[in-house]
């Protein structure tokens, strides 16, 4: 039973991801690697930031801001550098690293002993209702919030950007700007993720990027095969549930004796199944954004 | 005579510049629209009439000449902005529209052309019923589908969807670059005698590219035979209603 409620807060905590990626690689058709560096950026910045005696709430609001420059700079290499999007995202990435040990200045950070998001308030919550309840509040939050980004005229320009480009620049929208916006509220997302997660773990580590590409995928795509034919609103609320899902699948994997230490492996697998499938890929439409990302921009 | 609503004054582009290939393709186009026109263009492929719309548009910068726009300077605005006065359909029904947003959707985009777009809820149910209107004047099913993905729609339909998304917010000028050829027959019959219809009832300006010279004669009031990347004949009015098919013809032999 605890082991179930756990899971359910890592997936709601871990679809914040998953959402960020979804502006990004679903809806702009921009297959984003910045997320690889802003999710330790943004536990590297709050766990620095609340050893430093900064108030937990103001850490994880750094964290955001944080997230929002590196996808800023992924979204100016890509429409000014004209970097095609793949690569623009790997090079941000890569620098994010060095940039993540200058903020932590050591590889790990400890949160013990530090006030956090989850040991206020939430303290008297039964073990894991913490995440659950403050995964809940933060998704809740985020999913109306973009729902009613996409219905307004700002936001329908942004669809129709990913959609079509070039009928969206002869109705006069400025594509380019849409592309930074959309980089800079995702990744933004995604450090705000990676602050919740640290907080949640009691740490930060270096290392702590690596594959979450792959997690935000899968959860995008178990979301869409468990749930198939979806309007843009349920489909924002699939990706929450297909990570709380994936999330399940992991407990369920561990349970059959694989160690923590294969998530990646296994992450990997299932997602490349999923692609070499060929109903899959049809429905899935993978390839086609990352197939995009190596072309350069127009 | 009245001012030009949009002039061409000896406007050239290059091709490779900088490379050994460097070519030009417009080579000193000088041009006079005014409102009201409604000019068929004509001319070999390569000729250089996708350039010319698209120096025009602003997808394309011109290397040498000015762009004048009610007498304004736009040969440095960018594609955007020109959007503001300018609407344009592509000839690949697919460049046109959002293939997942549905035909409302895309008539909603259209209504704000060259315009700010704010974080203000569209209003999309408000104007259902004029959308759905205006979708029923192209005579070919469009208004039952409202709420379907244009992906889901038929080469014709989505162009017809694409001239009206031109025309729903009045531009100061259309261009249409061969905007039915990618059209059976009958449905880009059906298309041309609605874009006659909404131009000449509407008094737009319009540019035309076709290759099909009873078209280039049947509508509008100017016809131009583009050539190796120049103006060859301008033929206006009178001229051009006792042009034939046969006399067109030479322009395209040798
Ligand atoms: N980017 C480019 N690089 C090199 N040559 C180009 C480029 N764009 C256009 N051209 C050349 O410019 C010339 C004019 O092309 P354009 O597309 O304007 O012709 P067109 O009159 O529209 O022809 P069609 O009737 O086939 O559509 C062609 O010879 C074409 O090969
Ligand atoms: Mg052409």
Same mark, same amino acid.
């Given at each position: 039973?605890?082991?179930?409620?756990?899971?359910?807060?890592?997936?709601?905590?871990?679809?914040?991801?998953?959402?960020?990626?979804?502006?990004?690689?679903?809806?702009?058709?921009?297959?984003?690697?910045?997320?690889?560096?802003?999710?330790?950026?943004?536990?590297?910045?709050?766990?620095?930031?609340?050893?430093?005696?900064?108030?937990?709430?103001?850490?994880?609001?750094?964290?955001?801001?944080?997230?929002?420059?590196?996808?800023?700079?992924?979204?100016?290499?890509?429409?000014?550098?004209?970097?095609?999007?793949?690569?623009?995202?790997?090079?941000?990435?890569?620098?994010?690293?060095?940039?993540?040990?200058?903020?932590?200045?050591?590889?790990?950070?400890?949160?013990?002993?530090?006030?956090?998001?989850?040991?206020?308030?939430?303290?008297?919550?039964?073990?894991?209702?913490?995440?659950?309840?403050?995964?809940?509040?933060?998704?809740?939050?985020?999913?109306?919030?973009?729902?009613?980004?996409?219905?307004?005229?700002?936001?329908?320009?942004?669809?129709?950007?990913?959609?079509?480009?070039?009928?969206?620049?002869?109705?006069?929208?400025?594509?380019?700007?849409?592309?930074?916006?959309?980089?800079?509220?995702?990744?933004?997302?995604?450090?705000?993720?990676?602050?919740?997660?640290?907080?949640?773990?009691?740490?930060?580590?270096?290392?702590?990027?690596?594959?979450?590409?792959?997690?935000?995928?899968?959860?995008?795509?178990?979301?869409?095969?468990?749930?198939?034919?979806?309007?843009?609103?349920?489909?924002?609320?699939?990706?929450?549930?297909?990570?709380?899902?994936?999330?399940?699948?992991?407990?369920?994997?561990?349970?059959?004796?694989?160690?923590?230490?294969?998530?990646?492996?296994?992450?990997?697998?299932?997602?490349?199944?999923?692609?070499?499938?060929?109903?899959?890929?049809?429905?899935?439409?993978?390839?086609?954004?990352?197939?995009?990302?190596?072309?350069?921009?127009? | 005579?009245?001012?030009?609503?949009?002039?061409?004054?000896?406007?050239?582009?290059?091709?490779?510049?900088?490379?050994?290939?460097?070519?030009?393709?417009?080579?000193?186009?000088?041009?006079?629209?005014?409102?009201?026109?409604?000019?068929?263009?004509?001319?070999?492929?390569?000729?250089?009439?996708?350039?010319?719309?698209?120096?025009?548009?602003?997808?394309?910068?011109?290397?040498?000449?000015?762009?004048?726009?009610?007498?304004?300077?736009?040969?440095?605005?960018?594609?955007?902005?020109?959007?503001?006065?300018?609407?344009?359909?592509?000839?690949?029904?697919?460049? $046109?529209?959002?293939? =997942? &947003? /549905?035909? @409302?959707?895309?008539? *909603?985009?259209?209504?704000? +052309?060259?315009?700010?777009?704010? %974080?203000?809820?569209?209003?999309?149910?408000?104007?259902?019923?004029?959308?759905?209107?205006?979708?029923?004047?192209?005579?070919? $099913?469009?208004?039952? =589908? &409202? /709420?379907? @993905?244009?992906?889901? *729609?038929?080469?014709?339909? +989505?162009?017809?969807?694409?001239? %009206?998304?031109?025309?729903?917010?009045?531009?100061?000028?259309?261009?249409?670059?061969?905007?039915?050829?990618?059209?059976?027959?009958?449905?880009?019959?059906?298309?041309?005698? @609605?874009?006659?219809?909404?131009?000449?009832?509407?008094?737009?300006?319009?540019?035309?590219?076709?290759?099909?010279?009873?078209?280039?004669?049947?509508?509008?009031?100017?016809?131009?035979?583009?050539?190796?990347?120049?103006?060859?004949?301008?033929?206006?009015?009178? @001229?051009?209603?006792?042009?034939?098919?046969?006399?067109?013809?030479?322009?395209?032999?040798?």
């Amino acid at each position: 039973m605890n082991l179930i409620v756990s899971a359910i807060g890592q997936g709601l905590l871990w679809a914040l991801l998953g959402l960020g990626l979804y502006l990004t690689f679903r809806i702009l058709d921009f297959c984003d690697m910045t997320v690889e560096g802003t999710f330790p950026l943004g536990a590297a910045t709050a766990v620095t930031a609340i050893t430093h005696g900064v108030n937990p709430f103001i850490a994880t609001l750094l964290a955001v801001v944080a997230g929002m420059v590196a996808g800023l700079v992924t979204g100016l290499l890509y429409t000014k550098g004209k970097i095609p999007s793949l690569l623009a995202g790997i090079l941000t990435m890569t620098a994010i690293y060095s940039v993540n040990l200058r903020i932590m200045g050591k590889s790990n950070i400890s949160l013990l002993g530090q006030p956090t998001l989850f040991n206020g308030a939430l303290h008297n919550l039964p073990q894991y209702f913490d995440s659950v309840t403050l995964g809940l509040v933060v998704i809740a939050i985020v999913t109306v919030l973009m729902i009613l980004f996409l219905a307004t005229d700002y936001g329908q320009a942004f669809i129709a950007t990913g959609d079509n480009p070039t009928m969206a620049k002869s109705l006069g929208i400025h594509t380019d700007k849409m592309v930074i916006v959309g980089l800079m509220i995702s990744n933004g997302m995604v450090g705000l993720c990676g602050a919740l997660i640290a907080q949640n773990n009691g740490y930060a580590d270096i290392n702590m990027g690596i594959g979450t590409i792959v997690i935000a995928l899968a959860s995008i795509i178990i979301g869409e095969v468990a749930f198939g034919e979806l309007t843009l609103n349920q489909r924002l609320v699939a990706v929450t549930l297909g990570s709380i899902i994936y999330r399940i699948i992991l407990l369920a994997v561990l349970q059959l004796g694989f160690s923590a230490n294969d998530l990646n492996l296994i992450s990997s697998v299932v997602l490349a199944i999923c692609m070499m499938i060929p109903q899959f890929e049809k429905q899935l439409n993978i390839k086609k954004p990352i197939l995009k990302g190596v072309r350069p921009h127009e | 005579m009245n001012k030009p609503i949009l002039e061409l004054k000896n406007v050239q582009t290059l091709v490779n510049k900088g490379t050994a290939n460097q070519t030009k393709i417009l080579k000193g186009i000088n041009l006079q629209i005014n409102a009201g026109d409604f000019i068929t263009i004509v001319g070999t492929n390569g000729a250089g009439k996708s350039t010319l719309f698209n120096v025009i548009g602003g997808n394309l910068r011109a290397d040498g000449g000015q762009i004048l726009h009610n007498g304004q300077d736009i040969t440095r605005t960018s594609e955007e902005d020109r959007t503001a006065f300018l609407a344009r359909v592509f000839q690949d029904p697919k460049l $046109g529209t959002a293939p =997942r &947003m /549905t035909v @409302a959707e895309n008539m *909603l985009l259209a209504t704000k +052309r060259g315009e700010h777009r704010y %974080l203000i809820f569209r209003q999309l149910k408000q104007n259902m019923a004029r959308f759905t209107k205006l979708a029923a004047t192209m005579n070919n $099913g469009l208004e039952n =589908r &409202m /709420t379907t @993905a244009t992906g889901a *729609l038929s080469g014709g339909q +989505r162009q017809a969807l694409s001239f %009206l998304m031109a025309t729903l917010k009045r531009p100061d000028i259309l261009l249409l670059d061969e905007h039915t050829a990618a059209l059976d027959p009958h449905t880009s019959l059906n298309l041309l005698h @609605a874009t006659n219809e909404r131009i000449t009832t509407d008094h737009l300006t319009a540019l035309m590219i076709t290759h099909h010279l009873e078209d280039a004669l049947t509508y509008g009031n100017r016809l131009i035979v583009l050539k190796d990347g120049q103006i060859k004949a301008d033929f206006k009015g009178e @001229a051009k209603q006792v042009l034939t098919v046969d006399k067109l013809y030479q322009y395209f032999e040798d």
